[in-house]
């Protein structure tokens, strides 16, 4: 076969020879620029020609008629040119020189046998040619969603309230998830707004749930059913939507699950890398009486001991403090010196300093009011939103004990006063002692 193509000598073939390997795209695929503008494709070996969304009829006929199998074509990024391509090079050289042959029924007699021709990456022409045609479109992909997230001259309507935006996509959608709940992910992640936005609205004007996909007798109900069964969102796994997000146009054949999952895995591993070297961060907790910090409670303990005269593990174990008194406690305390006002009596002074000096001269400092001036729950919030001192607190061993049943108020998710180690901790706590969770549900 290569003495066939070789006889007609250089001269003949002219610059035949510069078309054996893949042309860059986008040049029209053998130069066919009529057939390239066509909103058809034509079969590879005749001159039957199919609608591009009608492409698996165009795969069914050439599987039929010309035993022509082309492999993974979901990952073919652009099909008419993919088509026009290998329809000029199976013109310029035989079927067997660019795919693998599969005989059927072989072991039947040769009238029954029939041969297959199997078109897919494994071939590097091919490959390097689906490569070329995804980068193309990457690179339209990135331009058209660049050209979107600068636009301002956006307009449309609100899916659920028909609240007319204007300006830049991002108002809307940032709308439809504040409002809405409807969250179809950030606007930078998404290419073709519009069409999105119009496949989204096509499904609810025929009264589809947009997640489970049912469809339901009249508005009312569909959205009573979107709001009860928390469905204002879309379905993931819907293929129809991965256009739309501009990572299943990023990596060659992979779509967003295959992107995400590697991501995980890459997640897992750094978690499993040797963390030996690994130094924990100061804790820089603050004095309750002056500016000092420490990056360990032991120093910070000894500091207020020896420079104050305030011995907190000991009043702790004197007092049997659990983790919650300890908490109102140096809550108490902050508020006080904030006020710059002894918490022994209550005598204000004008300057912090001045109320240090005296609470030390008079020992006010090392000795605690009466339990009920301190012990009580508006102190469970913090002074000072981050006062480091609070995360570091825990029980002395007499006052598990009483820790077991004290009832503690647990604040509601996302307390914005609350900081959020302190707002674990006291759920945790709450939530691991034992007859608490029985009794509050």
Known sequence: ????????????????????????????????????SSPYVPCIFCTECYVLAEQNQLLKHMIIEHKLVIADVKLVADFRSYILYWKRRFAEQPITDFCSVIRTNSKAPLEEQDNYFLLCDVLPEDR????????KRLREILEQQQQERYDTSFHSMCMFCDQEFTGNRSVLLNHMAREHAFNIGLPDNIVNCYEFLAVLQGK???????????VFRDKNTLKDHMRKKQHRRIN????????????NYLEFGKSWEEVQSEDDRELLDSLEEDWSDWEEHPVCAVCLFCEQQADTTEK????MQKSHGFHFPKIKSDHGLNFYQQVKLVNFIRREIHHCRCYNCQEKFESKGGLISHMEETKHI???PARSTWDQPQYYFPTYENDTLLCTLSDSEDAKAEDQSEEVPVPPAGD??????????VKERAATTPGKRQGRR
């Open 366 to 368: 090392a000795f605690l």
């Open 1 to 36: 076969m290569a003495e066939s193509r070789g006889a007609a000598g250089p001269a003949a073939r002219g610059d035949t020879e510069c078309i054996l390997e893949p042309l860059s795209l986008p040049e029209s695929p053998g130069g066919v620029d009529a057939v390239e």
């Open 236 to 247: 993931a796994k819907n293929k129809e939507y991965d256009k739309f997000y501009i990572i």
């Open 416 to 425: 914005s006063f609350l900081p959020a180690a302190i707002c674990h901790t």
């Open 128 to 135: 390097l040619l689906r490569e070329q045609l995804q980068q």
């Open 204 to 214: 609810l004007d025929n009264l589809q749930c947009l997640y489970c996909e049912k």
């Open 300 to 303: 910070l303990y000894l500091h």
